[in-house]
């Protein structure tokens, strides 16, 4: 343990440079997918078998390994920084594009016919009914794909993206396991932290969606 | 009473392992390799000009491991010789510094010196090639940048994105900090890559520069050239064979085999050998044959009966003597063992009620003895 916190202390301006890298990559990958994926997720709402299409495909995309991707993305992107935020943000969209639809697509329907009784138009529905109802699972979606991009921004360190990847490679490669440690202990605090803070955000929306049903 | 069964598994292991490092020490010589395409290919040179140069029986132990399980082996006598590099041996095995500006004369002349007092080994003259780092660029792109050498590279070094692996940037003096410190670099971009993708990028020019090892076949099939390293700053790791003394003793005849190859393995030849395996996928065993016998170092018919019978070919044998198929046989043991050195498989099988049990020439096929006894049934 002391020797870890020598090794942390030694590259204190490595780590925090990467630390930096690494929410900066996967920060604008999940803004991005936030941005992209939310918007799709309600058009789904309108067209279900596009939906199925549209979340099959993107299901399938999700079970290639990350490495093969980031391979992909090299070949017709090149390498460093933006081949692959481009990479995590496909990975990104997944989870919140579905989070998006379940929940929008589960919002009780005598919500939505109180909703048209009150003599709202469909973006009215959408902005004042649905959404707030569906934010939980958003979230959740949100969340999800947030844990995922923090890890696998690891493997950005294969092609010269930067971030905690590089740490835990260098360390692996040297055989020196607390540089491997410098760069996966803040990766799990990342994780840990964006949890917490989602998941109160969740609790939050919830609190919201409680008092809606309840009125 | 837990702590004495301890002890006595533990030494029921050191008997164990001490016996099996005797069995190493039977007639012939076992030539040992790193994990590495480079020195397996090597042992597997080195395997077979002794098999067609000399009536020393040779047994493989390639891809053993690291260098210090090499070492370790040799050391016990597991194997007798392996292939080992001069900055490998001067740091690892000698715990001496590589320090920048010591020479490769005096690295060389240190490790064969210090390898036959500590380790009573002789490591023979280099091949001829020096698998260092270096710092590559497209061969086609060399004009219009100007380079030759890394002092070259390094009045530009503010127009160049330089790539290495992650391990490159961990260490001490003659990884990046060295290139800063030695050459004064300041790239325009420095990126951390894995190793394997590095030669993608420097050919589809996305890096301008980057590390490499002097003698991959990767770098034959991207067309790269390795820049001259003027200021010395790579240690030399030149690769030579090294073997156990008591060896060379037993059989004098070996010393002027390992001779064979000094100086005639250049880096681009060594690149070529390492091309074939790696990028054309051929084997060890064919890529190896083909060198010896185009250089004329064996000729086709130093080619002997290197070949043995594999374990199904010489069951049948004992099948076919016994007059039984092989679904008939249980409890079927085969053994390859080397009596009076002379390489023959022992088997043993039972079929209705009795056990069989023959010797036969590894080599030849020839069944050298063979029983027929009534199995003994167990007592109850």
């Known amino acids: 343990m002391s020797s870890f916190l020598t090794e942390l202390s030694r590259n204190s301006h490595a780590v925090l440079i990467a630390i930096g890298q690494h929410i900066g990559l996967s920060a604008v990958a999940i803004l991005l997918g936030i941005l992209v994926a939310v918007p799709v997720g309600v058009l789904l709402t309108y067209h279900t078998r596009a939906a199925k299409i549209v979340l099959g495909i993107f299901s399938v995309v999700n079970t290639i390994p990350s490495i093969v991707l980031l391979g992909f993305a090299m070949i017709f992107l090149g390498i460093g920084y933006i081949p692959a935020t481009i990479v995590l943000f496909v990975y990104s969209l997944l989870p919140i594009m579905r989070g998006t639809y379940t929940g929008i697509k589960e919002v009780n329907p005598n919500a939505l016919k109180a909703a048209k009784g009150m003599g709202m138009n469909r973006p009215q529905m959408l902005r004042l009914v649905q959404f707030p109802l569906a934010m939980p699972a958003i979230i959740t979606g949100i969340r999800l794909s947030t844990i995922y991009i923090i890890s696998w921004a690891t493997l950005a360190a294969f092609i010269g993206g930067g971030g905690l990847g590089d740490l835990i490679w260098m360390g692996l490669q040297s055989y020196n396991f607390h540089l491997v440690l410098c760069g996966a202990v803040p990766v799990t605090i990342l994780s840990l932290l964006v949890s917490f803070l989602l998941n109160h955000l969740i609790k939050r929306a919830s609190r919201h969606k409680g008092k809606e049903v309840a009125t | ?380």
């Open chain 2, 1 to 380: 009473m837990k702590k004495k069964n301890t002890i006595t598994l533990f030494l029921a292991m050191l008997l164990l392992l001490s016996m099996l490092s005797g069995c190493g020490k039977s007639k012939g010589v076992t030539v040992g390799s790193k994990q590495f395409t480079e020195n397996i290919l090597l042992g597997e040179i080195y395997a077979q000009l002794i098999e067609a140069k000399t009536d020393i029986p040779v047994t493989r132990k390639l891809n053993l491991g690291g260098t210090a399980v090499c070492h370790l082996a040799a050391q016990k006598g597991e194997i007798d010789m392996y292939f080992e590099y001069t900055g490998t041996a001067y740091n690892e095995l000698l715990n001496h510094a590589l320090e920048a500006g010591v020479t490769k004369e005096e690295i060389l002349a240190v490790c064969q010196k210090e390898l036959n007092e500590n380790s009573q080994m002789t490591l023979f003259d280099p091949l001829g090639f020096n698998n260092t780092y270096a710092v590559a660029v497209k061969t086609s792109r060399l004009e219009e940048l100007g380079v030759e050498t890394l002092s070259d590279l390094s009045t530009i070094s503010d127009q160049i994105k330089f790539g290495a692996g992650h391990a490159f940037y961990t260490r001490l003096h003659d990884g990046y900090n060295g290139l800063v410190d030695t050459y004064g670099m300041k790239f325009k971009e420095t990126l951390k890559m894995d190793t394997s993708l590095l030669y993608e990028a420097a050919h589809t020019e996305d890096l301008d520069a980057i590390i490499v090892f002097t003698t991959d076949g990767l770098l034959k099939k991207y067309d790269l050239t390795c820049l001259v390293d003027d200021k010395t700053l790579f240690p030399p790791y030149e690769g030579a064979i090294l073997c156990r003394n008591d060896v060379l003793e037993r059989y004098p005849e070996l010393r002027d085999e390992l001779n064979t190859l000094a100086g005639k393995i250049d880096d681009e030849t060594m690149q070529m050998l390492n091309y074939q395996v790696d990028i054309e996928n051929r084997s060890v065993e064919e890529v190896a044959k083909e060198f010896l016998i185009s250089n004329g170092y064996i000729s086709i018919t130093d080619q002997d009966n290197s070949k043995i019978y594999t374990e199904q070919e010489v069951l049948d044998i004992a099948y076919k003597e016994a007059g039984i198929n092989s679904s008939q046989a249980s409890e079927i043991e085969v053994e390859l063992k080397t009596k009076d050195s002379v390489e023959v498989y022992e088997i043993e099988f039972d079929y209705d009620g009795y056990e069989y049990d023959y010797v036969i020439n590894a080599k030849t096929g020839e069944i050298l003895s063979k029983s027929r006894e009534k199995e003994e049934l167990p007592t109850t």
